[in-house]
């Protein structure tokens, strides 16, 4: 007994598909069901023949139950057991046991609809439609040949035959249905506790997200605080000193401090595309200037390494789109890069073209194309990808994380657009980046380099622009150091700078004296920036002042201007804070008649 109980527990295990447990279900039921019915025909009296008959029938099952399990081919077992016992052992059994007067109708049904739960596919209806023709063809021949039916013994057999075929078939497909009940209900349960499972998982996921989240907030807010003294104060020294050595010093603090300030913003942008953070903020922005920003910003280094940066542009792009300027800047200066990275000598080329869509809508065409050391094919497919970095042998002294190209495909598949690579080894490579972006002007940008003459672009070390000798600022920060390099920053500028190192010291010295303008840091303990400037708005005795406040963060979250400026300030500062921009924000914000150009 307990034999047989591992066998059924074997044929109906968890590893099986649904559908092999119900052949092997309905087999093992079929054979229990045709063992019982054989010892009783034969004490009914239906004779040696039906004997052998239900033998046979035993003996087809069992094979089949070999090939389901054995062979493991649960289809072809089901599709020969119902060839075998609907097309031979049926028709026999119909002339031995007594014909359409006894239980075989029952029988007869009892394999026909076996076909339907065994069968897989289109072999059902051919075998469905065999089966009308052969019953038809059994009435048709007891209709005119009564004699070839072997009648049972009397009256009496038949009726007993046929409530036992009634019970068979209610008793069979009872158990079959409950069986199959019993599995989906497991099933059901399984996939309810697995749910269940993912969603805790999921919770506990989008907790550590967060988490991680903040912690990157917090930390890029940690990193660019001394980044930005380093920063700062190293621009101070390739200001004032006149030693080659020290300048050559300081050059190389200048290069490790950008490089690390441009691994903690690939970094935090990675960790926002992660979280879903990232979002694309689509403003209208001038295609030139954005071309012009991207080609100044990389023309210095691409020479720096001997190398022509070259710019094709179509003239007809239309001037103003509407899109993620900040991003498509972002993407541009990562190809740009790059490019400049891989390659030792020749040119890089920089085009951009466009194709028009429907209307407003055109595809912005990006194109980068170098003459530098190119990818091999078998590491081409995973440039992409977050960490991975081609050739790591020939690339190991190249600076690099593998998260820049994984950043701009994001970017991109953001911006509904894409990227593609060619490259050959030895001979150099081509990024193409298509992304759509809706016109806003259709005006033609026309010749960008008569717009932006060559002897403004970059290339050459800012200098002071303003002086405003009559000038007050207020600039409040927590940490020392950053004081005194905004204070640094404008020496030459000759403003008055009074300096507050917490929220409570700036409403004090905001109290007593007249500021033209205030920078204040967002970060800072016991009163932070925000409620400095809500103590300084509700204050009676300021409402009515006019004085701009300007926000100085190191949280380099995009969309983060946008939240300041509805809370009122009158601009924005990322630190580390960038000389000619702070400059530039005064000569904004600062009365224009307290401010003298000098260039
Ligand atoms: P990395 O920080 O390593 O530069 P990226 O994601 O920007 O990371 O690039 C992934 C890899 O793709 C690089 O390590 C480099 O091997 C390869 N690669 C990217 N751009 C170029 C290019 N212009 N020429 C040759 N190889 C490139």
């Keep these: 007994m307990n034999k047989i109980k591992k066998l059924i527990k074997y044929l109906l295990r968890d590893e099986l598909t649904t559908q092999h447990r119900l052949i092997n279900a309905i087999l093992v039921v079929g054979i229990g069901a045709l063992v019982f019915c054989t010892f009783f025909d034969f004490f009914v009296g239906t004779g040696i023949r039906t004997f052998w008959i239900m033998g046979l029938l035993i003996l087809c099952f069992v094979f089949s139950l070999y090939i389901a399990n054995v062979k493991n081919k649960p289809n072809a077992a089901g599709l020969i057991l119902a060839v075998i016992s609907n097309y031979f052992l049926m028709p026999f059994l119909y002339f031995l046991e007594g014909g359409k007067e006894s239980g075989m109708p029952m029988w007869l049904t009892l394999a026909g609809l076996f076909v339907w739960l065994i069968v897989d596919g289109w072999p059902v209806f051919l075998i469905y439609i065999g089966d009308i023709i052969l019953y038809a063809s059994l009435l048709i021949i007891e209709y005119f040949h009564p004699e070839y039916v072997h009648k049972m013994a009397d009256r009496k057999a038949e009726y007993i035959d046929y409530i036992f075929a009634i019970s068979a078939l209610i008793i069979i497909f009872g158990s079959i249905f409950k069986v199959q009940n019993r599995v989906y209900e497991k ?28 912690f990157l907030a917090r930390m890029s807010h940690e990193i660019r605080t001394p980044i930005n003294a380093v920063i700062g104060m190293n621009e101070m020294i390739l200001r004032e000193s006149a030693e080659a050595n020290i300048l050559n010093y300081a050059g190389s603090i200048e290069t490790a401090s950008n490089s690390l300030l441009s691994l903690i913003n690939d970094i935090l942008d990675f960790s926002k595309i992660e979280s879903g953070l990232m979002k694309i903020i689509p403003e209208e922005y001038e295609v030139a200037s954005l071309i012009n920003d991207c080609y100044s910003l990389l023309d210095m280094r691409a020479k720096g390494k001997g190398l022509r940066l070259k710019l094709e542009h179509n003239e007809k792009l239309p001037s103003v789109l509407l899109g993620d300027g900040v991003r498509i800047k972002q993407i541009i200066t990562n190809l740009l890069t790059n490019a400049v990275k891989y390659t030792d000598r020749g040119t890089i080329t920089l085009e951009v073209d466009y194709i028009k869509k429907e209307d407003t809508r055109i595809d912005l065409v990006i194109r980068v194309t170098d003459t530098g050391r190119g990818i091999s ?104 150091v950053n004081l005194q390099i905004i204070k640094l920053l404008l020496k030459t500028t000759q403003i008055n700078i009074d300096t507050a190192e917490s929220g409570r010291k700036a409403i004090e010295l905001y109290e007593d004296n007249h500021y033209d303008l205030v920078f204040l840091d967002h970060m800072m303990p016991e009163m932070d920036g925000i409620e400095t400037f809500d103590e300084i708005k509700k204050s009676e005795r300021y409402k009515n002042e006019q004085t701009p406040i300007v926000v100085l963060t190191a949280n380099a979250i995009q969309g983060a201007d946008k939240e300041y400026m509805a809370v009122g300030f009158a601009d924005y500062l990322t630190k580390p804070v960038q000389a000619k921009e702070l400059e530039h924000v005064l000569i904004k914000l600062l009365p224009k008649d307290l401010v003298t150009m000098t260039e």
């Design 377 to 480: 094919d078998e590491d081409i497919g995973g440039i992409f990808d977050s960490f991975s970095r081609a050739d790591e042998r020939q690339n190991r002294n190249i600076e690099g994380t593998g998260l820049g190209l994984s950043i701009t495909k994001q970017l991109i598949d953001l911006m509904n657009g894409s990227i593609s690579v060619k490259s050959k080894q030895g001979v150099g490579s081509e990024f193409t980046a298509v992304i759509p972006q809706t016109v806003v002007s259709r005006e033609p940008i026309g010749n960008i380099w008569e717009k932006f003459n060559a002897g403004s672009r970059t290339g050459q070390n800012y200098r002071e622009s303003l002086t405003a000798p009559e000038a007050s600022i207020l600039v409040v920060d927590d940490v020392q």
């Design 187 to 214: 099933r059901r349960i399984e996939l309810e506790d697995k749910e269940r499972e993912l969603t805790e998982m999921n919770l506990s996921l989008e907790k550590a997200n967060e988490a991680k989240s903040i």
